[in-house]
């Protein structure tokens, strides 16, 4: 365990002699009610977990074993499943569990149980998780009523994975699912990533890239389908189900056919067949997702369709097996003139779906990137959210570190996320949040959820940075509840990771949730972005997309710099916003400092909020950003009796390398900056 192996499920003797035998009292028998297969990981989990944790596994008990029950006994399994389990049936409401949710009760008084229960034997499994955690995280255990329910129906993974074994943007090592060209044989590592995944309530996952090459168009053919089914199985046994990324124009590359037309019937009736000969193998198939037209990827565009036609076509395919699609809305011109000033990337998503809205399928979730350019350290919101009433939706976040450190750098980015899922769209007035929109709740949507970007490959830790664990555990953690504070998930993170100790907890905390904002300010100040090395993205490159095609410029010149997105004199695209979000980004006077380049072009001696000029706030978070990333690694020495040498050496490579590469950072942009505005910074510091 000492690589990182096992994440937070790194179950180890609790230390605490006290704390270890008031749990174990608890938890001396275990009466585990049914055995399907979710029922047996959730069993086989655990007695892992407690018989390391406590030092002895409980001892298992037949239902009716009588007598023995007097004593303290973990019943577990769904309501109605056993007699046991009746006390409960009247504390809590069972029906409105659905399928996921699940209680935790015991009451010291009335009897000496610890009830672990749900309507559905999913909702057990998370059940079990939950108590794991409990334990791990040291909670009380003497008095529990705990009911959970999932905030977003569908809480998703995307594997960036190529067959060759290559992840694009993957920072942690290569696939842990294929190898050249095939499905890696020994599966007991992707069995380990089924149990870390649903012990954050994960429930479904891509396994494939979103860019489909040829070897991975054919995953949902015969010649792969046998493997792809072994892998579904195993997740399954975890309640996670496994959908694919496909090619849009497989109708022609596997089919033979002249056309991917949507509205072509054979192509109906390719997507058709092959959806049920995938079915075959894998009755419980989530469905496809799918990139058309963005990127180079095929599309509709293709043969003058739109993408309602091209969805609704894959849609109606999938829809007598019960499979979904789900379409993304990353769609814009790759190929654009940096001369030409209006077209604006920004835009683009809104453009293209806006007018589509209510012309998709009930089987249909469009997958909207979190801001509208991508993955930048700092964006607004999609506008989509909050724009597109009548279709559902996906959130689409990335865990992998491409625009933020790329797993070299700390960037702990549940706060990042947190923003996001909290920012008020005002769609329906005051309270219409993303996490509203996103869930389906606020339009009443049958679907919806939240997808990201795996950081994660065949690395000793899984991550490549040991605390970039953090993050993919927190994704798993917002996407059932938004509602919990980036400190108690990083909190839980590292008592489970790292252990109680206080001194570990007080530094870590520290770190982890200053990260993000010292990233952000070594690396792209107010908004702006892609001030990056192209294709890579990583390490500063002022200019990298600059005079680029991408449609990503920050226009700085002599006196100012920012992008004009205003309705008055820009782009327009502060316009897609609800009122009063359109008007705050329209007003250089409202709109938020952290975001003022991203809508408006200033002259650099304009004045913040903050009360600094823009060029002055440049240069002093530039500063105080690389000062603190060193901070980083000093305060992570503190802790290095406390930390096995493993874990605690990888850890401080990283953060000295991060040290060294914000002063690379910090220099950089000051030294542009100052060549271009030619002000000199208040304070006199060193600038090239
Ligand atoms: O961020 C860009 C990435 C591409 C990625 C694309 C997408 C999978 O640089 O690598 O392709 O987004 O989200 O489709």
């Known amino acids: 365990t000492e690589s990182g192996y096992a994440c937070w499920l790194d179950y180890r003797l609790i230390p605490n002699e006290p704390l270890r035998s008031a749990y174990r009292k608890r938890c001396s028998q275990l009466v585990m009610i049914g055995d399907s297969p979710l029922l047996q990981a959730a069993r086989r989990e655990l007695n892992l977990a407690l018989g390391v944790m406590l030092g002895e596994a409980p001892v298992e008990a037949e239902e009716d074993a009588g007598a023995e029950l007097s004593l303290p006994v973990l019943v577990v399994g769904t309501i109605g499943s056993s007699q046991l389990l009746n006390p409960l049936a009247s504390l809590y409401h069972f029906d409105e569990l659905g399928e996921e949710g699940y209680v935790i009760h015991g009451s010291g008084s009335d009897d000496n149980r610890i009830y672990l229960s749900a309507d559905a034997d999913k909702g057990v499994l998370y059940a079990v998780f939950h108590f794991i955690r409990l334990l791990q995280t040291g909670a009380s255990i003497e008095q529990l009523a705990i009911r959970e329910l999932p905030s977003n129906g569908l809480r998703m993974i995307n594997h960036w994975d190529n067959m060759d074994g290559s992840i694009e943007r993957g920072y942690a090592g290569r696939s842990i699912f294929f190898h050249e060209g095939r499905f890696i044989e020994d599966q007991e590592r992707v069995r380990d990533y089924a149990r870390l995944l649903a012990s954050g309530g994960i429930n479904a996952l891509t396994i494939n890239n979103v860019n489909v090459h040829s070897q991975e168009s054919k995953l949902i053919t015969d010649e792969f389908l046998p493997d792809v089914a072994k892998t579904a199985a195993i997740f399954r046994?975890?309640?996670?189900?496994?959908?694919?990324?496909?090619?849009?124009?497989?109708?022609?590359?596997l089919g033979g056919l002249s056309t991917a037309d949507p509205l072509a019937p054979e192509v109906a009736e390719w997507w058709h067949g092959a959806a049920k000969n995938i079915y075959r193998y894998i009755p419980d198939f989530g469905g496809f997702v799918v990139k058309a037209d963005s990127e180079f990827r095929p599309g509709p565009f293709t043969y003058g369709r739109n993408h309602a036609d091209g969805a609704n076509m894959l849609a109606d395919a999938l829809a007598p097996f019960g499979g979904e699609v789900i379409w993304r809305c990353f769609v814009y011109n790759c190929l654009q003139n940096w001369r030409d000033r209006i077209t604006d990337r920004a835009r683009a998503a809104y453009d293209h779906f806006m007018p589509l809205d209510g012309t998709f399928r009930d089987n249909v979730m469009l997958q909207i990137k979190n801001g509208p350019m991508d993955f930048q350290v700092r964006e607004p919101v999609s506008p989509l959210f909050g724009g597109l009433k009548e279709t559902n939706q996906l959130l689409e976040l990335q865990i992998t570190q491409e625009y933020t450190g790329q797993q070299k750098h700390l960037c702990f980015l549940v706060p990042q996320w947190k923003e996001v899922f909290d920012f008020d769209t005002h769609a329906q007035g005051e309270g219409s949040t993303v996490a509203e929109v996103a869930s389906g709740r606020l339009f009443g949507r049958a679907r919806g959820g939240v997808a990201a970007v795996a950081n994660i490959g065949d690395d000793a830790s899984w991550s490549g940075h040991i605390l970039a664990q953090a993050n993919w555990y927190g994704y798993a953690r917002l996407a059932w509840n938004p509602k919990l504070s980036a400190e108690q998930i990083a909190r839980e993170w590292i008592a489970m990771t790292f252990g109680l100790d206080s001194a570990v907890e007080r530094v870590l905390l520290g770190m982890l949730l200053s990260s993000y904002r010292i990233y952000e300010d070594y690396t792209a100040p107010l908004g702006v972005g892609w001030m990056?090395?192209?294709n890579h993205h990583y390490g500063p490159n002022v200019d990298g997309y600059e005079y680029s095609k991408w449609g990503t410029y920050h226009y700085a010149d002599c006196h100012g710099m920012g992008v004009d997105r205003t309705v008055r004199s820009g782009t327009g695209y502060a316009g897609q916003y609800h009122s009063p979000v359109a008007e705050r980004y329209e007003s250089t006077a409202l709109c938020p400092d952290e975001l003022l380049l991203f809508f408006q072009h200033v002259p650099y001696t304009h004045r913040l909020k903050s009360g600094k000029t823009v060029i002055q706030h440049i240069?002093?978070?530039?500063?105080?950003?690389?000062?603190?990333?060193a901070q980083l690694a000093e305060q992570w020495k503190s802790l290095a009796s406390l930390v096995d040498s493993a874990r605690f050496g990888q850890v401080l490579d990283r953060l000295a390398h991060q040290a060294e590469h914000a002063e690379e950072w910090r220099d950089c942009i000051n030294t542009?900056?100052?060549?271009?505005?030619g002000i000199a910074d208040e304070r006199g510091r060193l600038i090239y």
């Open 237 to 253: 046994e975890y309640g996670i189900r496994l959908y694919l990324s496909v090619n849009y124009a497989s109708p022609m590359e």
């Open 532 to 534: 990056v090395n192209p």
């Open 619 to 629: 240069y002093d978070t530039h500063f105080e950003g690389a000062e603190r990333a």
């Open 672 to 677: 542009y900056f100052y060549r271009k505005s």
